[in-house]
């Protein structure tokens, strides 16, 4: 997914005025990401599994989860990932992410915590994903269960994934 983000936009001086990341098929024309990826965009483009890309526009963004719908203009190359129930997602199960840059992309990683998280832009989850190690290329990537399907999206690089206060860097991700 790469947005371009309208030139006196709010969000320009924190987030820049050029943002990159991940994005999911969800559904035939269907994308789903991280909302600050896409927040105040004058244009947006989503790459297919073929290198194909092609323009979206913002079909829904949810403030409360951070999450953001595109619709794609045209069709895309790739098949549509099943959305799971991440509710029972537990610490120590291990979990793949996927991100933008082909097999490189995916990592295997694990649940180190499931708890509250409270952004001071718009998140307010009751049961955030905590994931390690760390995966670089977070924002709107898939946390992908065993069976196949979406269980989270990713948001953010943390210091605490492990718990408030500690040192074990990791990834949060936004449960489905």
Do not use: C
Not at 85 to 112: F, T
Request: no cysteine; glycine share 12%.
């Amino acid at each position: 997914v790469r947005a371009k983000i309208v030139a006196n936009a709010r969000s320009v001086q924190t987030l820049g005025a050029q943002r990159e990341g991940s994005g999911v098929l969800v559904r035939d024309r269907y994308v789903a990401t991280i909302g600050y990826l896409v927040i105040e965009a004058e244009s947006v483009e989503v790459t297919g599994a073929d290198g194909k890309a092609v323009p979206a526009a913002l079909a829904g963004y949810d403030h409360a989860s951070g999450f953001a719908l595109l619709k794609l203009l045209a069709p895309v190359a790739g098949k549509p990932l099943p959305l799971g129930d991440s509710r029972a997602l537990a610490a120590r199960e291990p979990v793949m992410a996927a991100s933008y840059g082909g097999d490189g992309g995916v990592s295997l990683v694990y649940v180190v915590s499931r708890r509250p998280f409270s952004g001071s832009w718009e998140y307010l989850l009751d049961s955030a994903i905590f994931t390690y190690p760390p995966v670089m290329n977070w924002s709107g990537a898939a946390l992908i269960g065993p069976k196949g399907e979406l269980l989270g999206v990713g948001s953010l690089i943390v210091p605490d994934a492990a718990q408030p206060g500690t040192r074990s860097p990791g990834n949060m991700f936004v449960p489905i």
